[in-house]
């Protein structure tokens, strides 16, 4: 519980970006959110650092292209001096490469400046309350990278099972979901967004999202990332168009 903010709490905001604009409407999107305030701004990955010290916010919103220091390197000082704050990267790269570094490097949350409104106001709810956040377009980089680096035993604990060992296994994991349910835990884990799962399944984006809430907390997943090791070591994911 000490980690989730309380009602009467709002979530401390630190904006870094080398963009006036950008960082002025963030500001009003934030602002406009009963439960956020922006406690602070800053121009550069230096700037990001001092200010943290200074204002100490929950989440520091990072862009990665930016003068005398970057967003990476950024976060990865940030994370060590005050392990307490969460950093979610904020970009307009969508490489593997970027993506897969600012996981190393300890941010918690990392999306693309083109997501939406609201998906950035969820990302930075979650980070408060100590989950992470990633573009649903990216999960399916998570998926190969996680496949890369287990794929030995992946492949040797699955090869030990047989077919009837292999339905039951999964059965015995997901016999707390409703059907509903574990069609939407696997097109979350393969990267499908909201959006894109509310008009395969002709539902509302509120129920895949009450349907995704409902997944998590049956399953004890945090995030995105035990959601998609969950997914492929259950077998609902095939790791083959991966490889």
Known sequence: MSGEKTTQEKIRILLADDHDL????????????????????????REAIEQTSEHAPDV????ISMAEMDGLEACQRIRKLHPGVQVLILTMHESEEYFLQALRIGAAGYLVKKAAPTELSTAVRTLAQGGAY???????????AYISTHNQSYAYINSQKSGKEKNSSLGHALDVLTP??????????????????????????????AH??????????HDITHLVRFAIHHGLIAAEPYL
């Open 22 to 45: 950008l960082r002025q409407g963030l500001k009003l999107l934030f602002e406009a959110q009963p439960d956020m305030q922006v406690v602070g701004e800053a121009r550069n990955g």
């Open 60 to 63: 520091v919103i990072m862009d």
């Open 134 to 144: 990633l573009y649903p377009g990216l999960a399916k980089t998570l998926i190969r």
């Open 180 to 209: 509903r349910e574990v069609e939407v835990l696997k097109y979350v884990a393969e990267g499908k967004t909201n959006q894109e799962i509310a008009d395969m399944l002709v539902i509302s984006i509120k129920t895949v999202q």
């Open 212 to 221: 995704r809430a409902n997944v998590m907390d049956k399953l004890g997943l």
